[in-house]
């Protein structure tokens, strides 16, 4: 699929030998007192709950940051964008995110960005209305089944049992490697011509968290953000700089500002992501 894609693959694996040698011990460490302190410790978790927890909470943050990263790249490199272009950074984030070969934990991190999305849909019980078809985003169930359908498409046999899980239609199924090859393709041309190192280093910091103290100390051990924004910086040629910020939003978001040139991750997100998974697996 080219050489950047590979690059894209190895700056991953980096993430991975940081977060699962490197900083786990930590992180494994507040992810077990994070959820437990909130229920008074009503329900400890198991070795592999609380192992899915974070690998929930760590896809979701990775998925979030090549999303943005995405908007980040389209603006900074005036990229020509076809269709909507938050279609275009998810499959983007997909892309990275996707391992070359098989690979327990990177299946583990972007299957976890997909369930996100599910999750939220079966959460909402509102109506549809008007309103909510005008939205920039594909509504949360497109974007889940965008997302398996890459994963799908990069190894069919593989990932046969969660094409099966996912209802993912066969008539749908049959295309997603092609998808995937397309899109691939597509995000190589469009980047490699801005292959290399940005003129000054992505920034990262963290704003106060307030209330949201125990998702701000995970974010910060697991050092996501960090390896995040040092594989962005020795990939693509970044003309100006970039921040990287974690804060408080009001709300579960995440956005790439072009005029500040920062993206934000708002801790509210970190949080509804691990809220979001321990009811799943309190709920079972
Ligand atoms: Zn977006």
């Known amino acids: 699929m080219g050489r950047l894609l590979v690059r894209l693959g190895v700056l991953v694996v980096g993430l991975l030998a940081m977060i699962v040698a490197g900083t786990a011990a930590q992180a494994a460490s507040s992810v077990e007192k994070y959820p437990t302190k909130k229920q008074s410790a009503r329900q400890a978790f198991t070795a592999e709950e609380r192992q899915e927890i974070d690998d929930f909470v760590a896809g979701n943050v990775l998925f979030t940051l090549y999303h943005e990263a995405g908007h980040a790249m389209v603006s900074e490199f005036e990229l020509p964008v076809l269709g909507r272009e938050e279609d275009a950074v998810d499959s983007l984030a997909a892309l990275m995110m996707i391992p070359e070969e098989p690979d327990e934990q990177q299946d583990a991190w972007i299957i976890a960005a997909a369930d996100w999305f599910a999750m939220v849909y079966e959460l909402d019980d509102s109506e549809m209305e008007y309103a909510d078809y005008a939205g920039e985003h594909g509504l949360d169930l497109q974007r889940y089944y965008q997302i398996i359908c890459l994963i799908y498409g990069s190894d069919p046999e593989g990932f046969a049992d969660l094409a099966e899980y996912a209802e993912l239609p066969p008539e749908r199924a049959e295309r997603c490697p092609d998808e995937l090859a397309q899109v691939a393709r597509s995000w190589v041309s469009l980047l490699e ?56 939003c009001g709300e579960e978001n995440a956005y790439w500002d072009p005029d500040a040139r920062t993206i934000t991750l708002c801790y509210e997100l970190v949080d509804g992501a691990r809220l979001l998974i321990v009811d799943d697996i309190r709920a079972r």
Do not use: C, W
Not at 208 to 214: F, K, L, Q, V
Not at 221 to 226: D, L, P, Q, W
């Open 193 to 248: 011509p801005h292959e290399g190192k940005a003129k000054k280093p992505i920034v990262v910091s963290y704003g106060d968290p307030g209330e949201y103290g125990d998702a701000a100390d995970v974010l910060r051990e697991s050092g996501v953000m960090e390896v995040v924004a040092e594989e962005l910086s020795t990939t693509f040629a970044f003309p100006n700089q970039i921040r990287m910020v974690a804060e408080q």
